[in-house]
């Protein structure tokens, strides 16, 4: 079984539940950036939770399929269409050889998964079929899709079938305008206390520079660093630091300017201090963010942060229970 | 240097600042504690990545409390504090062929952004670092030995840290804006740290030269990416070995032929015996290389 790329959308990848355990070699996390519609896409289609996966970004793909398949879609709001004829999102359908899927424009929310039984079945490479374009790794051929690229799927469980849902009380919502929780912390002291409030206080807007690696923000007043004799080997911008890791989710701002969230195809390190983490229960909210689309940054404290990581993994179980059901 | 400043990076992650200056010792210590810690194979653990002057360790919450993951790093940084930092580790040789065509010109390409316009990014740094010539310039970058301080931003982009007294360290400042361009396997320099550029792409490190070794290879061609598709680890210790054109000219055939090998030999680093005599122990590192 085999589905063709007709047109590939704006950056479509083979993804999967992530490639953990070489960050120290500069290789991320990679995975899909919204790990719960990937898990939804997955049972629907009755795959493992974590299989691959293709994820369109803001612009979905035209896909024809080779063979009879059953097919999910999840995550932004967008409706699918088999030749022309709608299909419902966050539910299981039939697709037989031959028929074309498109879709119309993203109405909220950036990042569709579509979910085929048997699974994308492309080389499994460092423990993970994921695709890390920056370094050319996993995926289809180390990249994002482009037209005639012919993509192998796997065979389908005795599971899967057509018409499995997704009750409304486990569907999310993506709202243009949100709140992310940060734990404060790394940099955080080397803020000046002016803008140590102003960066929670303002309204950021996303800007177009929001991909894998990271989402930029923008239109929140300039944060300034305190000034300081800067430390052997950090560089001469007070926002500079001796090159250090990257936390998945920690929040850097180059010259005080645009924050800049770091996601799953994260640069591993560099100078530029960061001033909090995002909580691991929020960063699937940020792969639903269009451009423009607004956030408020909200702090919180670790006890905060590991009731909201409770609270998402309590859905994950009842997604279990109810699609596995 | 204190005690190590600690900070959580929300619920999956803590970071460690062991300073807040680079240095061997700084970087050592972390390597120390990485160490021990991968050693412990603690469950819920999933990334240990040391770097330069700090560490940073993924974690999962459900299995290990945060509480007890920190708890367990400043056991590991009490009992290897007073520990004689000695680091057994290899070392291999890489070829460069310095003030190269192809560095140069891009960096003539970017002149605008680069705080001399007029000197190429090698003439530049060799001159605000005090060497009278290029070639003294390159003595002193290929005479010392560089440890591995950190392997990132990119998949497998090696920063390194030369094995010598902070008075001889090289130091530039990045370019005023980056490039949108940068040679694959570039030797660059930004601040005291040596970046070779893994893959083609931006940059803002001045460019001293470039290597015909691959370091980076998902498609792992080379005999030397048998075992894994990027060479560099933290705590690898590098040498560099200025080349003519024709050398570059003779491995790069060799790259393309599948040829092409490294060689890394098994070297101690010892901090004691750099503080006490650090040419003496360059030296007897560089000598492993050639040793038998």
Known sequence: MAIEVVKPGLATSVQDAGRPGYYNIGIPLSGALDQYALRVANLLVGNEEGAAVLEASLLAPELVFRAPAIVAVTGAEVAPKINGEGRPRNESFT???????????MKAGARSYIAIAGGIDVPVVLGSRSTYGLGALGGFSGRKLMAGDVVPVGTAKPAARAGRALPADLTPTYPKSLELRVVTGLYFHRLTEEAAKTFFADIWTVAPEADRIGYRYRKGRALTFRERTQPFGAGSDPSNIVDAGYPYGSIQVPGGLEPIILHRDAVSGGGYAMIGTVISADMDRIAQMQPNNLARFVPVNMDAALKARAEYKHRDARLRSTLSA | MSGIRYSFGADEHVFAEIDEGMSLEAFFKGMAICKELENRRIPGVSEICPSNASYLVR????????????????????????????????????????????TNETGARFRERRQDPNSSDIEYSARINGYTSIDDFIAAHSGAPWFVSMVGFVAGLPWLYQIVERAKQIEAPKYLRPRTDTPKLTIGHGGCFCAIYSVRGAGGYQMFGITPAPIYDPAQKLPYFKDFLAVFRPGDI?????????????DIKAVEAGTFDLTFRPVTFSLKSFHSDPGGHSRHLVEALYGH
């Open chain 1, 95 to 105: 697709v037989r050889a031959g028929d074309r899927l498109t879709f119309d424009f």
């Open chain 2, 59 to 102: 974690f999962d919450p459900d299995v290990i409390h945060p509480d007890k993951m920190l708890r367990t790093l400043q056991e590991i940084e009490a009992q290897v504090g007073d520990a004689d930092l000695e680091l057994p580790t290899r070392i291999v040789e890489l070829p460069v062929l310095y003030n190269d065509p192809w």
């Open chain 2, 238 to 250: 590098v040498k560099f070995r200025s080349i003519s054109r024709e050398e570059y000219d003779r």
